[in-house]
């Protein structure tokens, strides 16, 4: 059974800073893990994926701001999310994919960037 268990979220300053964590069991270091975000209304976005090797992929929007890793041995994806914008605002959710049709997603954690 897959499970995930993501913290870090919360609220923030504009210009500042968080770390998003997610721990995941029940799937191999093998998957391709990611974080997306959603805004009531709105599609889910990726904002980031890693691959095991390390390869990353991120959504231009957050470029230079945003800095996605992983601890192979933990099974664990990290988001270090720096000079966060008020549209940063959303729902962020953990992702494991193995690019074959097995997709996970953990429960999701609000992040808040207000004044």
């Known amino acids: 059974q897959v499970h995930f268990v993501e913290s870090g979220g919360g609220l923030v300053q504009p210009g500042g800073s968080l770390r998003l964590s997610c721990a995941a069991s029940g799937i191999s270091s093998t998957y391709v893990m990611g974080w997306y975000r959603q805004v009531p209304g709105k599609q889910r976005e990726l904002v980031a994926t890693i691959s095991r090797g390390g390869s990353t992929n991120y959504a231009v929007t957050v470029q230079g701001r945003f800095t996605i890793s992983r601890d192979n041995a933990k099974n664990t994806v990290y988001l270090q999310m720096n000079s966060l914008k008020p549209e940063d605002t959303a729902v962020y959710y953990c992702?494991?994919?193995?690019?074959?049709?097995?997709?996970?997603w953990g429960q999701g954690t609000q992040v808040t960037v207000s004044s």
């Open positions: 992702n494991a994919d193995n690019l074959v049709g097995g997709r996970y």
